[in-house]
Nanobody
Framework: QLRLVESGGGLVQPGGSLRLSCTAP????????ISWFRQAPGKEREGVSC????????GYADSVKGRFITSRDSVKNTVYLQLNSLKPEDTAVYYC?????????????????????WGQGTQVTVSS
């Protein structure tokens, strides 16, 4: 059974950066589109980014466009989310999710129903 593992969360000051990682020990992520979601207390889970299985297509929520970058490294079997210029409102638990669907550049991030596998989440806290 595929298991997604996120890492890289932590406490950072406003304006700072973090890099989140998502990997799947023992399984290849090459065939999956990978999205990052986040969920703050009392709020619904929000799609943040998506990268296609080949990696040529990416898309972002308007709230993070220009600040977050997703990428993937097939050799390391890892998908990344680089978080820059962080704001307090970026504070949330961040999840990666894997799904077998086609994704094109700047398409809407598919809803939670489209994913087969989820990670356990990593906490990102932006505070001074």
């Amino acid at each position: 059974q595929l298991r997604l593992v996120e890492s890289g969360g932590g406490l950072v000051q406003p304006g700072g950066s973090l890099r989140l990682s998502c990997t799947a020990p023992g399984f290849s992520l090459d065939y999956y589109a990978i999205s990052w979601f986040r969920q703050a207390p009392g709020k619904e889970r929000e799609g943040v980014s998506c990268i296609s299985n080949i990696g040529g297509s990416t898309g972002y929520a308007d709230s993070v466009k220009g600040r977050f970058i997703t990428s993937r490294d097939s050799v390391k079997n890892t998908v990344y989310l680089q978080l820059n210029s962080l704001k307090p409102e970026d504070t949330a638990v961040y999840y990666c999710a894997a799904g077998k669907f086609t994704y094109g550049t700047d398409w809407p991030i598919p809803s939670v129903r489209e994913y087969d596998w989820w990670g356990q989440g990593t906490q990102v806290t932006v505070s001074s």
